[in-house]
């Protein structure tokens, strides 16, 4: 199924770019998404089970795999509205579905790849669908967000590289010529300690990138700021859970290993590092896109924490990633339509959102608690079992500093969001205030009530996924 999917993406991808007509590609992204859920369908009846070689539905995969269709279904929605209130040229139309249709599709790819050098180039495919996206605007803000995307990607891409070549070096001591992660994990007890370190601190560096971690989160940043918001969406939820499964598999090897407790401490670092860089951030930015994607650094910290932590830590990481796939898309969704209010993204030039749209400003404040993690939010069981497990591994003073500094990036968040739902503006002429649906907000609700049924309610099945995840590094 996963051949049929990368044909038929590749297929639909060019009759997008190659049709002019709009009726034609709706349907065609149409079928992309039918063809995009009989896969998940599929590929959950049939776990375990290895296609072309390469790709395995395993527990993890299949977790991001079923979060990343539930987020694309809404996400094409908002991109044909983004479209539609454009009126686009048909070619420029064309080529930003054909890029979310490959995105999408790699990282699926990615996602259920059973080989470290398959996921690379599955990567490196990401980072070009995602730079379409991002250029969708043509101005030269787009075109310099661009730049630096594929520039600290392709140093991200060859940091992965390097670590293959060391991580291939490791295997020549156990007499394995293959790289698969099976294969890896089967002969962890024979692998070069030395060669291991270095390959796993280059291909954790590497995927910092995607995931949007200390030291290349940079890369992210611009790339969500300037992409459309259907699209950032998709880069601050899905493209990022790339980056965690590429951490996670390598981590998996390294679990087994005496170098566990040091890469843990490299883990440990680098989650406090983007907390902190979190923080400092969140407290100062006035761009309500870029505050959104900063909120992204703090909870992939907090995923990486849980994970080094160990124990309960370890579930609840998989959890808060899960969830976030969730929340956060909600927010840049919505920002499509504070836009449409207020033609601006600088906090200085909105407010009173709750008199202009209702609607919208509960998904905001919703969206808000959500990603704070204050109760009911989902993350807010997930948090809590992050920080049981860091103080269970007797982390208390890291657990201290981190509180502290979620402190600070609550109270940086809350300012600007208060300003944007109640604080009185003078830069909108209400007579003309254009008319947006309340419907079109309902995905939104749809998406963060499904993190808070997960996190209180999960069914059996969607727990055994992640127990059998856990597994990996335990």
């Not at 991808?13 to 859920?37: D, E, H, P, T, W």
């Not at 375990?48 to 299949?62: A, E, M, P």
Request: hydrophobic share 55%.
């Amino acid at each position: 199924m996963t051949g049929i999917l990368l044909s038929g993406a590749v297929l639909v991808s060019i009759g997008l770019i190659l049709n002019r007509n709009a009726v034609v590609n709706y349907l065609l992204v149409v079928g992309y998404l039918a063809l995009l859920i009989t896969t998940t369908v599929y590929e959950y009846i049939n776990q375990g089970i290895t296609q072309l070689v390469y790709f395995t539905s395993d527990s993890l995969g299949l977790l991001m795999l079923i979060a990343m269709t539930i987020v694309s279904i809404p996400a094409f929605y908002y991109g044909y509205r983004f479209i539609a209130t454009r009126n686009d040229a048909p070619h420029a139309r064309g080529l930003f579905f054909a890029a979310m249709v490959m995105l999408i599709t790699s990282c699926c790819m990615a996602y259920l790849s059973n080989h470290i050098a398959v996921t690379w180039i599955f990567v490196e495919i990401t980072t070009l669908s995602a730079s379409v996206l991002i250029y969708h605007n043509r101005s030269m803000r787009a075109l310099e967000g661009v730049w630096k995307y594929v520039f600290l990607c392709a140093i991200s891409i060859t940091f992965i590289y390097i670590g293959i070549l060391f991580l291939s070096l490791s295997l020549k001591s156990a007499g394995v010529g293959e790289m698969s992660f099976k294969v890896l994990y089967e002969n962890h007890h024979n692998l070069n300690v030395f060669w291991l370190k270095l390959a796993f601190l280059f291909i954790f560096t590497g995927f910092t990138a995607k995931m949007g971690l200390v030291p290349m989160y940079t890369a992210g940043i611009d790339a969500k700021d300037k992409a459309p918001a259907p699209a950032g969406a998709l880069l601050a939820s899905v493209l990022m859970n790339v980056g965690f499964v590429g951490i996670y598999r390598v981590y998996a090897i390294v679990a087994h290993t005496p170098l566990k407790g040091w890469a843990n401490s490299v883990i440990i670092i680098v989650g406090l590092l983007s907390v902190f860089v979190a923080a400092v951030y969140m407290t100062r930015i006035k761009n309500i896109k870029r505050l959104f994607a900063y909120s992204g650094i703090e909870h992939m910290g907090l995923v990486v924490l849980g994970l080094a932590a160990g124990g309960v830590g370890v579930y609840a990481a998989i959890l808060h990633i899960i969830l976030h796939t969730f929340i956060k898309p909600t927010l840049f969704f919505q920002f499509n339509q504070i836009y449409t209010i207020y033609q601006s993204k600088s906090v200085y030039d909105l407010g009173n959102y709750f008199r202009y749209y209702k609607t919208g400003a509960f998904v905001v404040l919703l969206g808000f608690l959500s990603a704070t993690a204050m109760p009911p939010s989902g993350l807010f069981v997930s948090e809590f079992m992050i920080f049981q497990s860091l103080f269970q591994s007797h982390y208390v003073v890291l657990l201290v500093v981190v509180l502290l500094l979620l402190t600070l990036i609550i109270w940086g968040f809350g300012v600007n969001i208060f300003k944007l739902l109640f604080t009185p503006t003078g830069q909108i002429n209400e007579d003309k205030l254009p008319y947006i649906s309340p419907w079109e907000s309902l995905p939104q609700f749809v998406l963060l009530a499904l993190s808070v049924y997960l996190a209180y309610n999960p069914p059996a099945e969607f727990v055994v996924l992640i127990q059998e995840s856990v597994k990996l590094v335990q």
